[in-house]
Structure formats: C-alpha cells, structure tokens
C-alpha cells in the first residue's frame, strides 16, 4: 500500500500504524487495500446505519461523522471485533461471550461446537464447569463413572487449539468452578503444568458461605451438582491456603466474587451469572455477550502554559456519543449463536471504560499509589457512571428500556434505561496500542520501550511526557535511559532524579499490592461488571501477601482479582531486563537473544567467570560461566553428576559454542527446560545447569525476571490488565 498522506494517518503513530495494517485493515489477496482513514470510516458508517432502525427520517451522516470524528482523533475506541469487522462480510462485533455447559455428554460438545464458533468469529469465551458431576460420580446410561470437570476443560482447550481466529486472534477462554464443587482441589492444580490447559484463565468462584468460613476458620460443605446433596466438607483457610500457594507459583487461579456478582445482577429473574468473560471483567449469563469500548482519559486534557488540566466539557461529549455508539452496535452485529443473539438483545448490555488513566495521572502531576490518585480514579469513572447512565437513558426515551427491564434491579430504583449494562472497565490489549496510551487503568508498566532495529537488536526510547520533565526539569542526560533500563524500567532509586519526579513518574512494580488492589477498588465503585486489573507483585513476595491482596480485594467490594508475581511462570524463558545500545564487541549487535551466526568468538586466555554451586541428588555440581565485556560466553561443570557428566559437558560445550556465535544465555535456558520437561532421564543434569545459569546471572545482577516470550514476535510478554500483552509497540499482540 502507498504511504499515507496527513490526512489519512491523522495522529496515529507510526508503531500505531503497523498494528492496524497488520491485524485491522482490509486486504485482498495479502495486499492491504484500506488506510486507517477509510477503517474509520468503514466502522462509523456502519454502526450510524442502526439510527435508521428507529428514525426512518434520521441523519445518518451525521451520526456517522460524530462516530468517526471521535474514533479518528483517538479519544474512544470500540473492542477489536467492531474495528476488525464492521462493514465487512463477517460483521460479527462482540468480544465476550459465555456459554453454559451442562451436564450431559450431549450439552458438553453443543458447547464445545459453539465455543468453535465463536473463536472463528473473533470473540473469546467463558465457562463455568461447576454443572458437571465430579470425578468418580456415577453415570447412569453408562454404569460407569464420571471423568469430571478438568478432564472437559482440556478437551475445550484442544479444540480451542484448533481454531485460529480469523487470522489474527487466537481463542481465549476462562473456567472457572465453584469453591464448594467436590473437585475442586484438582482444579485449583490444573495450571500447575503449565503445558496444560494453556488457552484457559482460571478463576475459583468464591461465594459468601466459603468467606464466612474462611473468616471463622471452619469447614464448609462441598455439594454434588448431580444430587444437591453435601459430599464431603473442607477447611476453608487450607483450600484458601491452596489457592494462593498455586497463585504464587503460576498466577493462576484468580478469585471470582460469584455472590457479589450476582447480587447487582440487573436482571435476576432472568438467570444466574455463573462465569464472566475471559479477562474477568465481564461477568454474563449463559448464552449472553457484551461489546465494549473505551474512553482516552489522555485525550481529554487541555495543556496551558506547561501545565494541564481536565476537559470535563469534551469528555461529556465523548461519553455520549460512545453510549450511542455501543447501544447500536447491538443492532447491526451479527451473532454467532442465535441463542447469544436471543439474550444479548434482550439485556442490551454494552461496556463502557477508560484507557490512559496512568498517563492522564503522569501530566497531572498525581502519583497513581497516593489518595490523589484513588481520589481521581472515583471521580472520572463516577463521571463517566453518572453520564453513560444520563445518554442511555435518553436513548430509551427515544427507543425504549431494553426489553428485560420489567423485574429488574433498574426498574426497582426506577431508572429507565437501554442498557442493563453500561460501565466496565476492560483490557484495552491493541487498541491502546493504536491510541498511543497506556492500557485500561493500568500504571505505565514501564518508562522504555524498545524498538527493533535491523540486526535484530533493540534500541531503548523513553516516554515523551517523562523525557519533557527531565530536560525541563534539569535532571536528563544521554545515559538516563540505559540507567531506567538496567532499573527495570522504573526511576525508584536514582538519586539523581528529584524525589518528587520519582514519586510521580511510577512503574507498576514500584507499587505495593495494597495500592493496585485499592485502585481496582476505586473503578469498581463505578463500574456496572467488573474491572479487569493486574495485582503485580516483585519476584520475592510471600504467598502471605497473595493471600492479603485477595482478602483486600474481596473487603473492597472488587468482584474478581488477579496477581501476577514476576518470576511465577516456571516454563517460561528468562529476561535479564538489559539491552543494549550499541553492537556488541563481535559486532553480532545480538542483545535480544537472536542467533547471528559469524565467526566464533576466540576467548583471551584470561576472562571474569562465576561459579555457582547446584546441589542435586548425585551431589553438589559447580556450574561455572565465563564473561568477555560483562556478556556470558561460556559455559562447564565440574564432575559430581555422576552418570550424566557426559550429557552435561556436550550441554557445555554446544551452549558455549552459541554464546560465542554470538546467541543468548536467555534462549539457551529457555531450551533446557523444554528439553528436561520432556525427557525425564536427563532431568537432574539440565536442572542442575539451568539452576547454576539463574543464579550466576542473579549474582552479577541481572535479576531473574520470568516472562512469556511473544507466539508472533518472540518478545518478552507480560500480564497486564488480566491478561498476557506483547510490549513490543510494533507487534500488538495480546490475549485480550
């Protein structure tokens, strides 16, 4: 395609740029046929054509223009599937479903069909197991016995495996099982191999009797969703105890507040919420979905000499026009299901968030961990609450509540609107990336970026607002970004920056559980779901302070938590949080772990090395590592393996001889792993050269910080906003 004028890219950056032309515009053939421009246009022309539905006489264009005025200069984005397909032959626009399961083998593979489905369409799903009868329980037709909820799981899982999304999206699901099902204790384990069940978050659906108990320290009962009947009973604190043990180790299982959800149900007498939808933010009723949409809180600030202030004026604006935007969405999708299309019209529920929040708090001049922060936090999304609320009941003097109103929560307090949904707040995965914010109500997760370069390397940038500060403010020099990089990211610590500059410009690791929790909290008071939030936690946090953070958020009136604690995914590769800006000494410039393949690199006759003792069951192993200009280039062991010294000094000898072509340690760990996760027989001497490679990297610095490499570009991933996002701004991969 020919590049864009102006005109047509607008203020879209050019990392912008490249994740529309490669997951959002048109082609044909492979060639892209679309500018960002005409994307636009495509989406706002296509969801102004549902006012006809209602105003034979109504001025589309207009709607149409508002539409794509809002869309184009970045101030609201609707969920991936409305930008992907509106205006185009599929058309379906929802992100979220969930779809129930029942206890049959009949209804369990009418689900897995429809799961199918749905993943073709672009849209993730979830589930709740705790219908299906436990492991062991009888089977009547068969006279055998049950297999249970987890072995289900991972039949979902392969056929999620199976189906790629359109091209660009791979299926995302969420299981999650009730607290008081009988199998629960193997569903709080089912991630604990991480090669399983790998296409589901988890979530244990904890409900107000298990809390009660849990605070007493008492038993409570398990019931068999066959019989009704009690089938056993458990100590609340040891399942509890479980479950953050689990959470400590992978992430996983995050919590969900079943009861709480269920009690601002608008619609009760409809159905039960059992599941929400994969990030954790949306909890639906079986066969329904929700389209979401976001607000650039970033956008709406007016700068005025160097300093800036809140458009409460334009935001209004904004609210409104999006709330027309989602409630017409409802009418032009195309379902997947007729059963979703069924209980979606019937409900109307939209989801309307914010993405931007840290970097709106960044160029105000409020820490996002102060009560400032929380304070702000209550006050733009009650803002956004109080007018989403305003406009959709506008739209229902015009076109009527939305048609289970009668019997519902909104009819109670006499409210009369379209929408029995209105306020979320949901990951913002790609969009963000378009809009050139941070995600959701998210911190920045970093202050650098990367960049690739040719020669596979990664050049470090740093955002522009901090970059302003520091010149302005006295305190930028040419090495400020590699002295962030090499502290992951963040200024905490620099002594040379201000204390206010470092209290103000802070990262998602440099603050406390308590205060992610807190800012969960303060979006939940006005969020109409739930919000989707990483609870980060620093590599050496207890399995106590899991435990404190889910309690917090469940105190809080949060209705679901997920934490991620660096380090806690054991299959993943490593990344030592360090790049460089210039080639390396044999000129591979190979600092992002790609193999440059060249002449070998002859060591001198003298170099820095680290030895690290590895006890195993053979005996104490002494890894050593050799380093030329601060970069590992070799790797041996002395004896004490027994039997396996030979696989180890080949392991030796081959990782040495990639060290010095001018590969990465990072990579070589990466595949020891994988090699002694699937031949057992040569598990002790990998673990042991993988253990002795963690610690000498830890010794000389380079914390361990664990992290899932991209599928698309092989970056390093990280869990923001419940779910695992590609940082690189060139990719805009994410799970979301």
């Known amino acids: 395609m020919k590049s864009e004028s102006k005109e047509e890219k607008g203020s879209l950056t050019a990392n912008a740029l490249h994740v529309l032309e490669k997951r959002y515009l048109s082609k044909e053939e492979g060639r892209i046929v679309e500018s960002p421009e005409m994307l636009f246009r495509r989406v706002a022309s296509n969801i102004a054509a549902a006012d006809k539905l ?43 479903f969930v779809l129930p399961i029942g206890d049959s083998m009949e209804e369990i ?3 897995i069909k429809q799961t199918a489905i749905i993943h073709k369409t672009g849209g993730g799903t979830g589930f709740s197991f705790s219908q299906l009868r436990p492991k062991n329980d009888q089977v009547r037709s068969t006279g055998g016995v049950a297999s249970g909820p987890i072995s289900f799981m991972k039949v979902f899982n392969h056929a999620t495996e199976a189906v790629k999304q359109g091209g660009t999206r791979r299926g995302a699901n969420m299981g999650i099982l009730r607290v008081d099902h009988p199998d629960i204790l193997e569903f709080i384990r089912c991630k604990e191999d991480t090669a ?32 009704g009947k009690e089938a056993g009973r458990l100590p609340a604190r040891e399942v ?49 979905s929700c389209n979401l949409g976001s607000v650039n809180l970033e956008r709406h600030l007016i700068e005025e000499d160097g300093k800036y202030r809140f458009d409460w004026a334009a935001l209004e604006g904004t609210i409104r026009s999006a709330i027309h935007f989602l409630d017409n969405v409802i009418d032009v999708n195309r379902y997947p299901l007729k059963e979703i299309e069924k209980v979606t019209k019937a409900n109307r529920k939209i989801g309307l968030g914010v993405m931007g929040f840290a970097r709106m708090l960044f160029k105000l001049g409020i820490p996002y961990d102060s009560e400032l922060g929380l304070e702000t936090a209550r006050q733009v999304m009650g803002f956004i609450r109080d007018t989403g609320y ?51 109500c998210e911190p920045e997760f970093s202050l650098i970026w990367y960049k690739n370069v040719m020669g596979g390397e990664k050049l470090s940038y740093a955002l522009d607002h901090f ?79 899991v435990e404190e953070a889910y309690l917090l ?3 809080l009136g949060c209705k679901g938590i997920t934490v991620y604690r660096d380090g806690s995914r054991p299959d993943q590769v490593m990344n030592v949080g ?37 006890r195993t069951k053979d005996g104490n192993a002494y890894i050593h590592i050799a380093f030329l200009n601060g970069r590992p280039r070799e790797i041996f062991s002395n004896p004490a393996l027994g039997q396996h010294q030979s696989t180890v000094a080949i392991v030796g000898r081959l990782g040495s001889e990639v060290l010095r072509l001018g590969g990465s340690i990072e990579r070589i760990a990466h595949h020891l792993h994988e090699v002694h996760r699937e031949y057992g027989d040569i598990r002790v001497p990998l673990v042991a050269i993988n253990g002795g490679i963690q610690k000498v990297m830890e010794s000389v610095g380079q914390p361990v910080i664990v992290t899932e490499p991209c599928p698309e570009c092989e970056d390093t991933m990280r869990m923001e906003e419940g779910c695992m996002k590609c940082p690189n701004t060139a990719c805009g991969y994410s799970r979301c």
Request: hydrophobic share 35%; charged share 25%.
């Open 109 to 111: 593979f009418d689900a």
């Open 54 to 96: 209602y105003d034979p006489a109504a001025d589309v264009d207009a709607v149409s223009e508002a539409f794509h005025r809002m869309m184009w200069e970045l101030r609201f984005l609707p969920n991936s599937p409305t930008l992907m397909n509106a205006g185009r032959d599929l058309q379906q626009l929802s992100a979220c």
């Open 467 to 545: 970059v302003e500060v520091a010149k302005r403010e006295g305190f930028w020099s040419d090495d400020l970004p590699n002295q962030i990089v090499a502290n992951h990211g963040s200024v905490r610590g620099l002594e040379q920056i201000p204390l206010q500059w470092r209290q103000l410009f802070v990262t998602a690791h440099d603050i406390s559980p308590k205060w992610h929790v807190l800012m969960q909290a303060a979006f939940q008071e006005s969020s109409d779901s739930a919000v989707s939030k990483t609870i980060n936690l620093p590599p050496e946090a207890t399995v106590q302070e």
């Open 240 to 288: 509890m105890a479980q479950i953050t043990r689990q959470a400590h180790k992978t992430g996983e299982p995050g919590l969900f507040f079943i009861d709480r959800a269920n009690k601002s149900n608008p619609t009760p007498a409809v159905g039960t919420i059992e599941a929400t939808n994969p990030c954790g933010e949306q909890p639906l009723l079986p066969y329904e």
């Open 553 to 555: 958020a469940y105190r």
């Open 390 to 440: 305003q406009e959709s009941e506008r739209l229902a003097e015009q076109r009527g509540v939305y048609p289970n109103w009668n019997g519902s929560l909104h009819e109670e307090r006499g409210e009369r609107v379209r929408n029995s949904y209105i306020t979320t707040v949901a990951p913002t995965g790609t969009i963000s990336m378009i809009a050139d914010t941070s995600g959701g």
């Open 196 to 227: 399983e069940v790998v296409n589901f978050n988890i979530s244990v659906a904890i409900t107000a009797p298990f809390m009660e108990a849990l605070e007493k320290g008492e038993d409570y009962p398990l019931i068999n969703p066959r019989t």
């Open 578 to 614: 360090k790049v460089s800006t210039k080639e390396n000494e044999n000129g591979t410039g190979a600092s992002n772990g790609a193999l440059h393949w060249g002449d070998v690199l002859e060591l001198p006759d003298i170099v820095d090395e680290k030895r690290v003792r590895v």
